[in-house]
């Protein structure tokens, strides 16, 4: 049994629950998804989903109860798989976790949202329906690229942290919560 923490204060929280639930069906592997709120939810996790939203909101929404500290804590100490998509990708990038810069909302304001066919490479995978919404940009440093929107990388892989600028959540498409799942087994 796998134990993938969610980080519960924003976003698209419950569409990541249904993403990771059908990739575990298909995985044929037996998942609980803890819900992170505060710090002390956060020991014995195998993965971990920062989900997008409004990252600095996310950050004052942590502080009553240390869970983005926690969090930050934890990675710096284990080598659990870690999937950020928008704003958890910003988070990823502030603090250091991964070395790629980042520029909040840099593709525009909410009617400035769109969906494109972009190009990965995530296991079999080579293209995915990526929705960008208010999503921020790759601005330098992005040399461990697994996605990307025309020639614009959208997506990174640094060890075992993926930080995406887009909702994979959002798709039918299940290749990122299947690869978090399968690191986390081999973390395990």
């Not at 950020?84 to 976790?97: K, R, V």
Request: hydrophobic share 40%; proline share 3%.
């Amino acid at each position: 049994m796998l134990t993938i923490g969610l980080a519960m204060l924003q976003g698209a929280r419950h569409e990541h629950m249904h993403a990771l639930n059908r990739a575990a069906r298909l995985l044929e592997i037996e998942i609980e998804i803890r819900e992170l709120r505060k710090s002390s939810d956060i020991k014995g996790i195998d993965g971990l989903i920062l989900p997008g939203g409004e990252s600095t909101a996310m950050k004052i929404a942590s502080r009553s109860e240390d869970l983005y500290s926690g969090l930050w804590d934890e990675l710096s100490e284990s080598n659990i798989p870690v999937l950020g998509t928008c704003a958890g990708a910003i988070l990823l990038s502030q603090q250091g976790l991964v070395n790629t810069s980042i520029e909040r909302n840099a593709f525009g304001r909410q009617k400035e949202s769109f969906q494109s066919q972009i190009k990965i490479k995530v296991g079999d995978h080579t293209s995915f329906p990526g929705v960008f919404i208010r999503a921020p940009r790759f601005t330098e440093n992005s040399t461990n690229a697994i996605a990307w929107l025309d020639d614009e990388v959208v997506g990174v892989l640094e060890g075992k942290r993926m930080a995406l600028t887009f909702h994979p959540e959002l798709t039918d498409n299940l290749c990122f919560h299947q690869w978090l799942l399968r690191e986390a087994i081999l973390s395990k």
